[in-house]
């Protein structure tokens, strides 16, 4: 099974700025789309920004113009950029992947990192 490893997460105070990176290891055909989900406490998951093998990207409402997303497709990794945090961005950081696995025929599914914790104080 493919994995994805986060990191870059850590305290920061408000209007800092913070990277996080994702690295996806393992039989990997291609993978489509890749981004970042977050989740704080008490609430629901919620979309930060994804982005497809051919550069479109989508971001959530709260984060545009403040976040920018990229990746590598050759070495298999998505980055995040957070600039003007603010302590309701506080959450978990989870990496998301859409993989194409290469095993005897290539298989197809939805994988998450372990998440890494994002920490904005005021």
């Known amino acids: 099974q493919v994995q994805l490893v986060e990191s870059g997460g850590g305290l920061v105070q408000a209007g800092g700025s913070l990277r996080l990176s994702c690295a996806a290891s393992?039989?990997?055909?291609?993978?489509?789309?890749m981004g970042w989900y977050r989740q704080a406490p008490g609430r629901q998951r919620e979309l930060v920004a994804v982005i497809t093998s051919s550069g479109r990207s989508n971001y959530g409402d709260s984060v545009k113009s403040r976040f920018t997303i990229s990746r590598d497709n050759a070495k298999h990794t998505v980055d995040l950029q957070m600039n003007s945090l603010k302590p309701e961005d506080t959450a978990v950081y989870c990496c998301?992947?859409?993989?194409?696995?290469?095993?005897?025929?290539?298989?197809?599914?939805?994988?998450w990192g372990q998440g890494t914790q994002v920490t904005v104080s005021s």
């Open positions: 393992g039989s990997i055909a291609s993978i489509d789309t």
């Open positions: 998301y992947a859409e993989i194409n696995e290469r095993r005897l025929a290539v298989v197809t599914y939805d994988s």
